[in-house]
């Protein structure tokens, strides 16, 4: 396997797939690297929804903007997409009160759980594209995600038939302060 700081490194967003399904024990690698995601006070708040079916990947495509996502094409060509859903009030509280100027945490567990995804996935030979811009509560219905939970993110995951250059990056020193911002 190539040196973790590679994978991200060369990790991109996939917007075209490959006709080919992701076999099962590739998914359940995955699946093991979310479960293994550090969390607030371990609490797992995530859920994900593995949708395969055409039908369904149909509809929450009619939740992005009908222009301007270019992520719109890879919900119906990807094999696989994972719904990414949050357990609300459980992550940064305690007793039921928030414990963070922040308060609710599930955000910031669930892009912890995201980044591992995105870079199981690529160390796998698969891409991914994270889908955050559609109407959250019209997919939220499509997959029956009940209450206390919210959909947060959509992520296509197959083969990728495509994968472009890498973007620029500022450097370290554009964004890092000594011991004062």
């Known amino acids: 396997m190539p040196e973790f700081v590679d994978i991200v490194k060369t990790r991109r967003s996939i917007r075209k797939y490959e006709d080919r399904n992701v076999p099962p024990e590739t998914l359940d690698t995955i ?5 293994w995601s550090p969390s607030w006070a371990n609490t797992q708040c995530w859920e994900i929804v593995i949708v395969r079916d055409p039908a369904v990947k149909q509809q929450l495509q009619a939740t992005l903007p009908p ?3 270019p992520a ?3 919900m119906l060509q990807a094999p696989v997409v994972l719904a990414l859903c949050g357990r609300l009030k459980s992550s940064g509280y305690y007793k039921d009160q928030a414990t963070t100027k922040f308060g609710d945490w599930f955000m910031f567990d669930l892009g912890i759980a995201c980044q591992n ?3 199981t996935a690529h160390a796998l030979g698969l891409g991914t594209v994270v889908v955050g ?9 499509v997959l029956k995600v009940p209450e206390g939970y919210e959909l947060v993110a959509m992520i296509p995951l197959g083969f990728p038939a495509k994968v472009s250059s ?3 990056r500022r450097e370290k020193t554009e964004f ?3 011991d004062a911002f």
Do not use: S
Request: hydrophobic letters at 40%; charged letters at 25%; aromatic letters at 4%.
């Open 133 to 141: 811009l559609f109407d959250h509560d019209r997919a939220k219905a």
């Open 31 to 35: 699946l093991e690297a979310v479960r």
């Open 117 to 119: 995804i995105c870079l």
């Open 166 to 168: 890498a973007p620029n």
């Open 72 to 74: 719109a094409g890879a």
């Open 67 to 69: 222009k301007g996502n």
């Open 176 to 178: 890092t302060h000594q």
